[in-house]
């Protein structure tokens, strides 16, 4: 109840007022607040995308080809190379919740983002050193059917420093660079959310371009020309992209950081535990007065929502309560939603890894798939099986444009909403067509294998675009709702944190995956359903057991979507007035 958020006795919590002093200037020497109330300008958002474009195909360019490069160049052996790939995978999705927590708590966006940038770019020229000069790699030359000698420590040393500072640069750009981007629409956009739905839109679109433009252009480069000059074209493109992003300074519109959002979430559950007896109800049954800081007009304020009751009561003023600065005995209505919207998002982000898990199968078993196929094409051209995942790319692409142009004009009329499905449906039509995909799939292998035992000829590769086509849908829809999902919902000292939760879900999923494959070779014994010859195997049973865990997931998260209870701003308090 609005009437009851009225300040304690002795004036409101001084911590606030502390936050303020620790947001410095953060760009262009404005005030507090200042770069926030800039007016949108449509260079800062074009700006931040041909940063992502770029960003990508540097980050790809190395990510792509990590584990040939090992093979061929390092001579790495088979056990090495797997496991350093993982090791620094794991560290690539991991470095953007570290990276999201210094953006929100202390350097804020832009900052992280130039100092990312700054590790970003030695990682980058070191590897194309490590790449061109000959001290720095084995010899090339290896006699006929003898093994090649490994490198040595201090080879293996130089190049795994410049990967993990590129590792460290990449993370730092993936947690800041989005909820920037997404900056340059709030408030003054409040009337036209289309503009910042179409942002995520082409967000998405410039990562999985710039993985395309690797995975042709930047390999091809690498693996028939040099490996220096393949790694130089992607530090060539992350300095053009550091240059355009200076450039642009004076056009962003940035948020100061708030301090640490993790002291104030800590304070909310132990506030609300130590005051855990407190009634929300007056004797007289009215609502108990609740705490909130009006002083701070440069806070996003949040309206008290339904639900997690036993959080509420650390805004609770108790009468003769103490409300000393840094007391652990009040928090605000805003900090408790804030905590609220936190626990709210935990189902429907485990749901997010699940669903990470299933859209693997199109870098892992899908391939594998492929492989047992037919890979010519009008009977001459033969198709590497890989490159679908490729040509998935462009599937994406053309889905985020039949997105935008026809599904959610469609939808707007539909519903009468200005941006057409939400961010929940849209994340519920992601799940349903990754369900459609594994049991596309699941049916071409059924297809495959039928006619392996009718001694027929091998299965055309083609067979393969439809399940394709079905999980570029899917990650359209559901990759760019989750993009704003995570954001947009996040209380405004938590963005970048929470807009990190997409990228530990993509890495928990993997691990999902390798947890249900290893499981699966168990339970099945030899040769099992993932037999090495997929003939003699079951590829099929483990497609349609991805389905079954796919429409699991889709109905979990359809209950927990529609019980969620989004975020809730409160209406501004207007400025006390004398005559």
Same mark, same amino acid.
């Given at each position: 109840?609005?009437?009851?958020?009225?300040?304690?006795?002795?004036?409101?919590?001084?911590?606030?007022?502390?936050?303020?002093?620790?947001?410095?200037?953060?760009?262009?020497?404005?005030?507090?607040?200042?770069?926030?109330?800039?007016?949108?300008?449509?260079? $800062?958002?074009?700006?931040?995308?041909?940063?992502?474009?770029?960003?990508?195909?540097?980050?790809?360019?190395?990510?792509?080809?990590?584990?040939?490069?090992?093979?061929?160049?390092?001579?790495? #052996?088979?056990?090495?190379?797997?496991?350093?790939?993982?090791?620094?995978?794991?560290?690539?999705?991991?470095?953007?919740?570290?990276?999201?927590?210094?953006?929100?708590?202390?350097?804020?966006?832009?900052?992280?983002?130039?100092?990312?940038?700054?590790?970003?770019?030695?990682?980058?020229?070191?590897?194309?050193?490590?790449?061109?000069?000959?001290?720095?790699?084995?010899?090339?030359?290896?006699?006929?059917?003898? #093994?090649?000698?490994?490198?040595?420590?201090?080879?293996?040393?130089?190049?795994?420093?410049?990967?993990?500072?590129?590792?460290?640069?990449?993370?730092?750009?993936?947690?800041?660079?989005?909820?920037?981007?997404?900056?340059?629409?709030?408030?003054?956009?409040?009337? +036209?959310?289309?503009?910042?739905?179409?942002?995520?839109?082409?967000?998405?679109?410039?990562?999985?371009?710039?993985?395309?433009?690797?995975?042709?252009?930047?390999?091809?480069?690498?693996?028939?020309? $040099?490996?220096?000059?393949?790694?130089?074209?992607?530090?060539?493109?992350?300095?053009?992209?550091?240059?355009?992003?200076?450039?642009?300074?004076?056009?962003?519109?940035?948020?100061?950081?708030?301090?640490?959002?993790?002291?104030?979430?800590?304070?909310?559950?132990?506030?609300?535990?130590?005051? +855990?007896?407190?009634?929300?109800?007056?004797?007289?049954?009215?609502?108990?007065?609740?705490?909130?800081?009006?002083?701070?007009?440069?806070?996003?304020?949040?309206?008290?929502?339904?639900?997690?009751?036993?959080?509420?009561?650390? $805004?609770?003023?108790?009468?003769?309560?103490?409300?000393?600065?840094?007391?652990?005995?009040?928090?605000?209505?805003?900090?408790?939603?804030?905590?609220?919207?936190?626990?709210?998002?935990?189902?429907?982000?485990?749901?997010?890894?699940?669903?990470?898990?299933?859209?693997?199968?199109?870098?892992?078993?899908?391939?594998?798939?492929?492989?047992?196929?037919?890979?010519?094409?009008?009977?001459?051209?033969?198709?590497?099986?890989?490159?679908?995942?490729?040509?998935?790319?462009?599937?994406?692409?053309?889905?985020?444009?039949?997105?935008? $142009?026809?599904?959610?004009?469609?939808?707007?009329?539909?519903?009468?909403?200005?941006?057409?499905?939400?961010?929940?449906? +849209?994340?519920?039509?992601?799940?349903?067509?990754?369900?459609?995909?594994?049991?596309?799939?699941?049916?071409?292998?059924? +297809?495959?294998?039928?006619?392996?035992?009718?001694?027929?000829?091998?299965?055309?590769?083609?067979?393969?675009?439809?399940?394709?086509?079905?999980?570029?849908?899917?990650?359209?829809?559901?990759g760019i709702a989750q993009l704003e999902f995570f954001y947009g919902e996040a209380p405004a000292a938590m963005r970048s944190i929470c807009s990190a939760f997409s990228f530990l879900a993509l890495s928990l999923g993997f691990y999902v995956n390798s947890l249900v494959v290893t499981l699966v070779a168990a339970a099945t014994g030899r040769p099992g359903w993932l037999a090495p010859d997929l003939n003699a195997g079951h590829l099929d049973y483990y497609f349609w057991l991805w389905t079954v865990i796919s429409v699991a997931n889709l109905l979990l998260y359809m209950v927990l979507a529609a019980r969620y209870t989004p975020k809730q701003v409160a209406a501004a308090v207007e400025p006390a007035t004398s005559d």
């Open positions: 109840m609005q009437s009851g958020m009225t300040p304690p006795p002795g004036g409101s919590n001084g911590h606030h007022h502390r936050r303020q002093q620790v947001s410095a200037m953060e760009s262009g020497g404005d005030a507090p607040g200042a770069a926030a109330r800039r007016r949108f300008n449509w260079k $800062a958002p074009a700006i931040v995308l041909v940063f992502e474009l770029l960003e990508s195909i540097a980050f790809s360019g190395v990510a792509l080809n990590l584990v040939v490069y090992l093979a061929t160049v390092l001579h790495g #052996s088979t056990a090495f190379n797997a496991a350093h790939v993982d090791t620094w995978n794991g560290t690539t999705f991991i470095v953007p919740v570290i990276g999201a927590f210094l953006a929100d708590s202390y350097w804020g966006k832009y900052r992280t983002i130039l100092a990312s940038i700054a590790f970003y770019l030695v990682g980058l020229v070191l590897l194309t050193v490590s790449a061109a000069v000959p001290s720095l790699r084995p010899g090339t030359a290896c006699q006929m059917g003898a #093994s090649c000698a490994p490198a040595t420590k201090t080879q293996f040393s130089v190049f795994f420093a410049a990967l993990y500072l590129t590792s460290i640069g990449t993370g730092g750009v993936k947690s800041a660079l989005l909820p920037l981007g997404a900056e340059q629409y709030d408030d003054d956009d409040a009337e +036209r959310p289309e503009r910042k739905q179409a942002f995520f839109s082409w967000f998405f679109a410039a990562i999985n371009l710039g993985i395309f433009i690797a995975g042709t252009l930047i390999s091809w480069l690498e693996q028939n020309v $040099a490996w220096a000059l393949g790694f130089g074209v992607g530090t060539a493109c992350l300095l053009v992209a550091a240059l355009a992003f200076v450039a642009g300074t004076p056009w962003y519109r940035v948020q100061m950081p708030t301090g640490s959002p993790l002291k104030d979430i800590i304070r909310v559950l132990v506030t609300a535990f130590r005051k +855990r007896r407190v009634r929300l109800e007056l004797e007289d049954g009215a609502a108990a007065p609740l705490h909130e800081n009006d002083d701070a007009k440069d806070e996003q304020r949040l309206a008290r929502t339904k639900g997690l009751r036993c959080l509420d009561r650390a $805004a609770v003023i108790v009468k003769g309560e103490a409300a000393a600065e840094g007391a652990w005995s009040l928090c605000t209505v805003s900090e408790v939603e804030g905590v609220k919207i936190l626990v709210r998002m935990l189902p429907i982000w485990a749901t997010c890894v699940l669903y990470a898990a299933s859209l693997g199968q199109m870098t892992t078993t899908f391939i594998q798939q492929g492989m047992a196929m037919d890979a010519r094409v009008g009977g001459r051209f033969k198709v590497p099986v890989a490159s679908l995942v490729s040509v998935e790319v462009v599937f994406m692409l053309l889905w985020v444009a039949l997105h935008d $142009a026809a599904v959610i004009p469609l939808a707007r009329r539909v519903t009468g909403r200005p941006g057409g499905l939400t961010q929940l449906q +849209r994340m519920g039509v992601g799940r349903f067509l990754v369900v459609l995909a594994l049991g596309t799939a699941a049916l071409v292998e059924r +297809r495959r294998l039928r006619g392996v035992s009718a001694g027929g000829a091998a299965m055309s590769i083609a067979w393969q675009v439809p399940q394709f086509v079905l999980v570029a849908g899917s990650d359209v829809f559901c």
